[in-house]
């Protein structure tokens, strides 16, 4: 059974940092590329980070880029997303997800094979 399961969630001033944290279990985790993606009351889910297999490749919103950083460690079956500069504008449900590719994954969340059941993160003004 495939276990996503997010930690790392809670409050922080805007212009603070907080780190993420996912661990996988039940799959081969260096088989797949991971994402995370967050979700706002009332907007859509979206991708802010990516990255492959092997960490070589990352990808980031525009939104995120320059503050947020994705990483893995395959030897502990985690993936990371350090936040920086955080914005109230920031403030969502962090999901991690999963999918089995060779190569970066897209931001269709349609994509992914495995989700987490998120942390919130919330950024105050």
């Known amino acids: 059974q495939v276990q996503l399961v997010e930690s790392g969630g809670g409050l922080v001033q805007a212009g603070g940092s907080l780190r993420v944290s996912c661990a996988a279990s039940?799959?081969?985790?260096?088989?797949?590329?991971m994402a995370w993606f967050r979700q706002a009351p009332g907007n859509e889910r979206e991708r802010v980070a990516a990255?492959?297999?092997?960490?070589?490749?990352?990808h980031y919103a525009g939104s995120v880029k320059g503050r947020f950083a994705i990483s893995r460690d395959n030897a502990k079956n985690m993936v990371y997303l350090q936040m920086n500069s955080l914005k109230p504008e920031d403030t969502a449900v962090y999901y991690c997800?999963?999918?089995?590719?060779?190569?970066?994954?897209?931001?269709?969340?349609?994509?992914?094979?495995?989700w987490g059941q998120g942390t919130q993160v919330t950024v105050s003004s």
């Open positions: 997800a999963a999918r089995r590719i060779a190569f970066l994954p897209g931001p269709d969340e349609r994509e992914y094979d495995y």
């Open positions: 039940g799959l081969t985790f260096s088989n797949y590329a």
């Open positions: 990255i492959t297999w092997s960490g070589s490749i990352t």
